[in-house]
Every structure is written in C-alpha cells, then in structure tokens.
T-cell receptor
Framework: ETGVTQSPTHLIKTRGQQVTLRCSSQ?????VSWYQQALGQGPQFIFQ???????GRGNFPPRFSGLQFPNYSSELNVNALELDDSALYLC???????????FGPGTRLTVL | GIQVEQSPPDLILQEGANSTLRCNFS?????LQWFHQNPWGQLINLFY???GTKQNGRLSATTVATERYSLLYISSSQTTDSGVYFC????????????FGKGTLLTVNP
C-alpha cells in the first residue's frame, strides 16, 4: 500500500463525453503527477501539479486538464473523449525536493 | 527527451531460477526507479537507485550512472514475481517527470 488512492476504479464512457478522475496523495506529499498507460506500454507523463499549479506537462492536448486542491488531492479532466483515450490512468504523489514517486492503483477508462 | 530501453521484453523462468533485467538510458539521470506492476495495474516501488547498489531480500539493483544503465536481479524466483517490471528515469533536463521504458514481462512457472 502506497497511501495513494484513486477513484473510480473503472469507468466506461462514450466518445465525445467528459470524464473526471480523482486522486488523493500520500499523507505529507505536496506534488501529484498523472500518467496514462495504454495497453502493453509503459506509463506516459501527462502533467504534474505542485502548490495547486501545473508544474510541467507532457505531450498531451489541452483537452487533458487538471486541478490540485489545498489538501494536495488532484483531479484529471478529459474533455471530448476519443477511443484512444482508453487506458489506465495512474496518479503518483511525491514530496517536493525528493525524487521518489508513489503510485496509486489507477483508474481504468474505457471509451466506446 | 531522454530515452529508456529495457531488455529483454519477455522472460519465462522456472520457479527457483535467477534472472537479470536491464535498463539503458540515453542521458544523465537524477532519479531512477524500478517498479513491479501487478496484474491489477498497481505499480509497486522496488528501488530508488540513481546510482550504486541496493538489496532488498531476493531482489537487488545496480545502477552505473556513468555508463547509463541499471540492472535488476531477481534470485530464487517465485510465481508471485510474475508481472511487468518497469524502469523509469528522471533526467535529461526534465526534473519533474518520470520517463518509463516499455517494461519486461516476467512469467515464473511453477
């Protein structure tokens, strides 16, 4: 157990819909990163939040957006869902100034 | 950006055998982590090892930063070791994201 939790566990949406995924970081961790893992691939970095601001972004379009709240929990929002958005979405928390990232169990999104 | 290559892509072992997984990276790193992903998708931290050698039970890891590679050793493998092993690095001028390799799928047969 890493102390990082994500909800929901599974989600099914249709093309064009919007989705919100949630992450609660490990106690004391103030940085949250989101990753997308397609089937058979390694996780790909989406973005990172620190002190409620985006701290870095990977090669994902603007329809992928996020928020971090004062308690360091975070949301990932995806608009105008596409079939290729079907993936496991992983959240990782860390403490700024340290390097080790701890991952949650993920949310498996299926877009039909 | 930094490139990460893992080998072999697939590995099948009998229970009790030893194995070595390799991770090559293309630039200097300030963070290197090994993960085991279980069948439910959970990424489990094995080692934080940007350089040097560490051991944890039957697992050990060595990173030679100057030569840009890391090795994960699994001794006396068990069926519960099955899953995908990922190497992930932070570096190459990017100090906020982990770049993952494609993983090694390990299958340990009884």
């Amino acid at each position: 157990e890493t102390g990082v939790t994500q909800s929901p566990t599974h989600l099914i949406k249709t093309r064009g819909q919007q989705v919100t995924l949630r992450c609660s970081s490990q106690s004391g961790h103030n940085t949250v990163s989101w990753y997308q893992q397609a089937l058979g691939q390694g996780p790909q970095f989406i973005f990172q939040y620190y002190r409620e601001e985006e701290n870095g972004r990977g090669n994902f379009p603007p329809r992928f957006s996020g928020l971090q709240f004062p308690n360091y929990s975070s949301e990932l929002n995806v608009n105008a869902l596409e079939l290729d958005d079907s993936a496991l979405y992983l959240c990782a928390s860390s403490l700024a100034g340290t390097d080790t990232q701890y991952f949650g169990p993920g949310t498996r999104l299926t877009v039909l | 950006g930094i490139q990460v290559e893992q080998s072999p892509p697939d590995l099948i072992l009998q229970e009790g055998a030893n194995s070595t997984l390799r991770c090559n990276f293309s630039d200097s790193v300030n963070n290197l982590q090994w993960f085991h992903q279980n069948p439910w998708g959970q990424l489990i931290n094995l080692f934080y090892i940007p350089s040097g050698t560490k051991q944890n039970g039957r697992l050990s890891a060595t990173t030679v930063a100057t030569e840009r590679y890391s090795l994960l050793y699994i001794s006396s493998s068990q069926t519960t070791d099955s899953g995908v092993y990922f190497c992930a690095v932070e570096g190459g001028g990017s100090n906020y994201k982990l770049t993952f390799g494609k993983g090694t799928l390990l299958t340990v047969n009884p």
